[in-house]
């Protein structure tokens, strides 16, 4: 009789073991960057990865304000919002959101948008912290650094 010679693991929220890590986004593209990270964040990259617990790490990125996009992504890419009322609809590029409020907001709305859209995904999104320059709050973690062209 063949027998399986391995277990799928199935963890809950209490046998979950997180990590920090820490991403310098120096001459990263913005768009390559946001889907590692939200790899990481949401547990992908781990053998015992289960949907519906947040089992990813912690991520810290840094750097932020030297991110790079490609082609006329700075001027062209337009985000649109709106605000409910008739009329209320607005449009921003990149260099606008960069310039009003910060180069951290567009790395945060990149990987928001590529978690989940439900109640998992806004919860995984508070596991990441992204930074302008080197400094960071976060030294007591001891997070690990992660060369994402080699990772």
Not at 92 to 115: C, D, H, P, Y
Request: net charge positive.
């Amino acid at each position: 009789m063949d027998t399986l010679s391995y277990k799928t693991i199935s963890v809950n929220s209490a046998a979950v073991t997180k990590d920090w890590v820490i991403v310098d986004a120096q001459s990263a593209v913005l768009g390559r960057l946001a889907s590692e990270v939200a790899k990481i964040i949401r547990g992908k990259h781990k053998p015992s990865f289960t949907p519906h617990v947040d089992c990813g790490d912690n991520v810290i990125v840094i750097n932020a304000d030297k991110i790079r996009l490609t082609g006329k992504k700075w001027t062209d890419r337009e985000h649109i919002s709106h605000s409910g009322y008739p009329g209320g609809q607005k449009s921003q590029s990149n260099l606008q959101i960069k310039q009003r409020l910060s180069s951290t907001r567009l790395v945060e709305m990149a990987v928001k948008g590529m978690l989940p859209k439900n109640r998992l995904g806004r919860r995984l999104f508070h596991n990441l912290y992204v930074y302008e320059g080197e400094q960071h709050p976060h030294v007591a973690q001891q997070p690990k650094p992660l060369n994402l062209t080699t990772y």
